[in-house]
Structure formats: C-alpha cells, structure tokens
C-alpha cells in the first residue's frame, strides 16, 4: 500500500508542476485515486476541509481585505515614497514596514498596492520600479514565513502538527524564520542594483483619450495641500488638467480646497488608478465599465439624472457633464450598487472595472481588529482559527466590509488547494509514507543532525520551487515530525524550518503569486528571477541550517 500512495504522491506532484493541469484539480484527481484504492479512508482525505489552518487562511483573506479596503496601505506606501529619490532609498523606506505587514497579513494585496506606487514613483521621479519590485516581492515572502499567520503554509503546517500532537503558536517559526528574514533582507538590498538592466520593452505611452472628474470630499487627505507636491499633476498615466471651485476655474497650482472638482485627462488604466488613489475620499462603491444600450441619446448629466449613477469617466474633451452619449459608447460609471447598474436602462453590458475606492474613515476600525487577532493569538487567549474568523466577522459587523465584499475576499482556489494539500499528506502519513521517507532522510545524512537539517533545508528549497508552498507543507509536515522523533528533537524546530525554507520561492516566477504579480509590471524574465534568486536562495538556505543546527544541536 505505501508504494501505491508513493505512486499517487508523485504523480499529484508532477502534474502540478508540469502546469499543465490546474492545482486544485491534479489534487482532486490523486485524493479520488487514493480513496478509491483505500489508501486512506474518507475522513483523512477530507481533512483538509475542516483544518484549522485552512480555516484560518479563509478568515485572513477577509481581514486582509478589510485592511486593504481602508487604503492604508496604499496611503503608507505614498507617504514613504513620496520625496524618494533612488531605488536603494526607496528600499530602505520600505523594508522594515513591508516586512512587519507582511508577518501579518496575506501578503498578495500588499505586493499589489505596491505595484502602483512604484509606478507612480518611476513615472514622477525617474526611479525604476524595476529595481525595487522584486526585491520587495522576496521580502514579503521571507518575512511572512516568521509568525503563524504570515504564510498559508505556516498555517497548514501548524493543522497538521496539531493532530500529531504538536502544538504551535504565533511566534513557533521565529527562531529560524527572523534571522533568515533579516539576512535576506540585507542580501537583497546589497543586490537589488544587479537588476539595473532593463530586459522588457518599456511600456508605450497611451494617448489621455479619457476625461474623469472627482469632487474633493470633506476630511480628504488632498484637501489643504498642491497638486503637485502630491505627485498628481501629471504621469504617464494621468494629467491635472483644471480644478473647478464654485463653478469658477482656478489655477493648477492653487492649494486644493474640500468640494472643489479636480479634472484629469488619463489612459484607461490612468481612471482606475485614480478610482482606487486614497487621497480623494470617494465613496466607498466599485467602478463598473459600461456599454451604452441601443436607442439611448442624450448626454452625461441625462444619464446622471433619470439613472441614479453617476459617471466618473468617459471619453470627451470638453466637460463631462456635457459629454454626448450614444449606443455603444463606453463610459466608467459608480452607484450605490450593482443592482442600480444594472436596472438602468442605459446600460446594455458591464463589467467590474475596480474595486471599491478607499475607506480611510475605517482606518483605524481595520488595523485594530487586526491588532486584536494578533494579539489573542499570540498569547492564547483563544485559538487562532477562532481569533482569525471573529476578526473576520468583526470586519463586517463594523461596515469595514460588505458581506457581499467579504465574500468576493475568500478565493476558493487558494482554499481548494490547501484543503488538498492537507489531504495529500494525510495519504502520507496514514500509508506509512513519511516514516519511510524520513527514515530515508537519517540514513543519506549518517544519522548527524547537521546532515539532516541540509538535506531537509535543500529538500524543501526544491519542492517549494517546483510545486505549491501548500503541496509542499503537507508532504514535508509529517517527514519533519517523524525525523524529529528519530533524532529525539525538539519537533517545532525542524517544522519552523520546513516553513522557513517553503518561502524561498526566489527561482522559479510561477511558484508564488507575488512573483507572478510583479514580473509584468518589472519586465522581468525567467532569466532574471534565477538570475537574482540562485544566489539569495544559497544565502538565505545556509543561513536557516545554521540556524536550525544551532537550535537543534545536542
């Protein structure tokens, strides 16, 4: 039977690598395969769908999303950046508090604010994104790997272990994972000029085809303050091209005052860029692209008035209320709903053009249900899952969050993926898979810790670049848990190491999201991520089996 489940293990994992396949399917295939044989029974193959890992990576999706939403991130990354002048300044800003955020929140949408800010700053300021994307992207997946809920991974590791008897909590990663971040960290400062060259085409300038107007709201943040200083009178993107107040015209470079109407001149991406910047106050609703219906003409205000949406953008030289409308014509439109878009009947198709615009008002609401999380897990008051998904519901209880907003957080192939992935290593350990495999792993290594730790640190280095941080977390979870009771070690540590080492996703662009998130936006190639990331991944593998050795040693 345990050659059987090695068959089906291995089969599951190159599927996954071979990208060929979609994760979540290649393991629904190998847990189907592995039920029908009798490998394991039903309720070790449906583990993972009531892990407290998986369970607590759900709830962190939704607080993460609450985060987000308030603009915090975004408005922290414009304060840090905004009189930045280089790539290594702009490194030195950011470091310490990406890698603080990102040891506490998923760290996808942290990347993702990031994007735009960097562009904003190469296209004001002249300082290549190229050279600050990536190396930000590696330290958010370092750092994440030191507390409990950083990672995914972390947290599958932590389910799994509970069930074997091991208990671990928020700092359990730490001893290995914090010296491994801050290593790496310094490793990638010290390397981020190597990315100097630019190996892409640079992105072509797009004709300002689109006019888009913003009424300045009471308390926001570009009230009181130029245009310029805030670096919104003009990128490749978007142009200040008039600032209305009291239907009187005055000049670009006036102090911008509440209420008054800022008129932009942007690219397509300019007006959702502008949608989602936190410095204008606007109401917390989505931007929808609309087509408009056959039969309806008239202009904007027309719209506007017998509607109930109001449109933000559209493609017009003159002033948008004035803009002539005709069937097919496209038009980047709010409301209060989707419903109210779609009941109009001007509206022939839509789509999601962005997300809601910032809450800054549900700043501190956001960032202390996150504290509370943190801190009840941290120190045990209740069970992380627990604190997790009451944080969760706390997001919506407190409007931080629409239910419906809340719901579009959880992405349910991440979670199918993790659920899989727990019940891929429940066939691990119920075949008598992982005894063998860590058996294997103190024969190789003689037996010494030192040979152990290398092997496993190297071990996890490769599985983490060829298949899924999660995959990988539920195979190796078992083997570690199983090697330290052979060693009779200490088993949080070797786990901690497992989970530190499933971070080096620094080769391999398609082996972590935030990779895939930046290489576009960096011009990035494949060459350039091996490039950058073999020597990291060598510093930052012998700093974790130093670590870990030292931890482990007798």
Not at 23 to 42: E, F, N, Q, R, Y
Not at 236 to 245: A, P, V
Request: glycine share 8%; hydrophobic share 55%; with cysteine.
């Amino acid at each position: 039977m345990m050659y059987l489940a090695a068959v089906i293990v291995i089969v599951t994992l190159i599927a996954m690598a071979s990208g060929k396949i979609p994760p979540v399917l290649a393991l629904a295939a190998g847990l189907s395969i592995a039920g029908l044989a009798k490998v394991a029974t039903v309720q070790e193959l449906s583990s993972g769908l009531s892990n407290g890992g998986v369970i607590t990576v759900a709830a962190m999706l939704v607080i993460a999303k609450g985060v987000v939403q308030t603009g915090v991130i975004s408005r922290t990354a414009w304060w840090l950046l905004s009189s930045v002048e280089g790539p290594q300044q702009a490194l030195r800003r950011l470091i310490l508090p990406v890698g603080v955020a990102s040891a506490l929140m998923n760290t996808t949408p942290i990347v993702a604010m990031l994007i735009p800010a960097t562009r904003d700053l190469e296209q004001k300021r002249g300082v290549p994104m190229r050279q600050v994307l990536l190396p930000i992207a590696h330290v958010t997946t370092l750092f994440g790997s030191v507390t409990l809920i950083g990672t995914s991974s972390n947290l599958v590791i932590a389910g799994i272990a509970a069930q074997s008897g091991v208990s671990m909590n928020m700092l359990s990663f730490a001893p290995v994972a914090l010296p491994v971040a801050l290593v790496g960290a310094v490793a990638i400062y010290l390397m981020a000029p190597l990315l100097r060259s630019k190996e892409s085409d640079s992105t072509s300038t797009t004709a300002l085809e689109w006019s888009v107007e913003f009424l300045v709201a009471p308390h926001a943040i570009v009230a009181g303050r130029q245009a310029e200083a805030l670096g919104i009178a003009s990128t490749k993107e978007f142009e200040l091209t008039g600032i209305d107040r009291a239907e009187q015209g005055v000049a670009l470079d006036s102090v911008i005052a509440e209420g008054d109407r800022l008129i932009f001149r942007a690219t397509e991406e300019g007006v959702t860029s502008l949608w989602k910047n936190p410095l204008f106050g606007l109401a917390p609703q989505r931007l929808y692209a609309i087509s408009i219906g056959s039969g309806v003409h008239g202009n904007v205000s027309d719209i506007e008035e017998h509607d109930n949406i109001r449109v933000v953008a559209a493609r017009t030289h003159g002033h948008l209320s004035h803009a002539s409308v005709s069937p097919g014509e496209i038009l980047f439109v709010t409301g209060e709903s989707v419903n109210v878009v779609e009941s109009s009947g001007a509206v022939a198709l839509w789509r999601d053009a962005a997300s809601r615009s910032p809450q800054p008002e549900k700043t501190w609401t956001a960032v202390g249900i996150l504290a509370l999380v943190v801190v009840a897990a941290s120190f045990g008051f209740v069970a992380v899952e627990l604190a997790a998904v009451s944080g969760a519901v706390l997001m919506v209880l407190t409007r931080t969050l629409s239910p419906s907003s809340a719901a579009r957080a959880l992405d349910w192939n991440i979670l199918g993926v993790l659920a899989g992935s727990v019940g891929l290593g429940a066939v691990v350990v119920s075949s008598g898979l992982a005894q063998e495999i860590a058996q294997g792993i103190e024969r190789l290594s003689g037996g010494s810790v030192l040979g152990i730790v290398v092997v496993l640190v190297i071990a996890t280095a490769l599985m983490t670049n060829l298949i899924t941080n999660s995959a990988a977390a539920a195979i190796l979870t078992p083997v570690g848990i199983g090697l330290a009771a052979e060693l009779v070690v200490d088993p949080i540590i070797v786990l901690a190491t497992i989970g530190t080492c499933i971070s080096f996703t620094l080769i391999n662009p398609f082996s972590h999201q935030s990779n895939m998130m930046v290489m576009r936006p960096g011009g990035y190639t494949n060459a350039s991520f091996a490039r950058f990331g073999a020597p990291l991944l060598g510093i930052v593998a012998i700093t974790a089996a130093a670590a870990a050795y030292l931890l482990l040693r007798p």
